[in-house]
């Protein structure tokens, strides 16, 4: 993990991508300025920032991160509607059994 925020890692995945500072300023709704600290270490990223620039740059939160200094939080990973709907069909199919279940106790 990057002790301070790895401009150069940055400047070189912008250049990849074929986009600038002020691009990164407009996808996370910062001022030039803003973003010019992110660049000094002098502003700390939001987990959600470093989820945002992710998509931008075409990297994983993790690798953001790792370049973005020592304090940068990781996003958590998000479940997706249907990973949460299938858990949910799986959790009413219990209870439904333990139900049964208990019906045939006579409780």
């Known amino acids: 993990m990057a002790l ?7 400047d070189a995945r912008l250049a990849a ?11 996370l709704g910062l001022s030039d300025g803003e973003i010019a600290e992110v660049w ?6 939001s987990a959600r920032d470093v989820a945002t620039l992710a998509a931008l740059l075409a990297a994983t939160p ?11 939080p990781v996003p958590k990973a998000q ?7 299938a858990r949910l069909e ?7 059994a333990l139900k049964k ?3 045939e106790r006579g409780g």
Not at 4 to 10: L, R, S, V
Not at 17 to 27: I, N, P, S, T
Not at 90 to 96: D, Q
């Open 40 to 45: 000094k270490d002098q502003r700390e990223l």
């Open 90 to 96: 799986r959790v009413e199919a219990e209870l439904a």
């Open 101 to 103: 279940r208990l019906a």
């Open 79 to 85: 479940i997706s509607l249907t990973d949460l709907s």
């Open 4 to 10: 301070f925020f790895d401009t150069q890692w940055f």
């Open 17 to 27: 991508a074929h986009l600038a500072r002020g691009d990164v300023a407009r996808a």
């Open 62 to 72: 993790q690798e953001i991160a790792h370049h973005a200094g020592i304090s940068t």
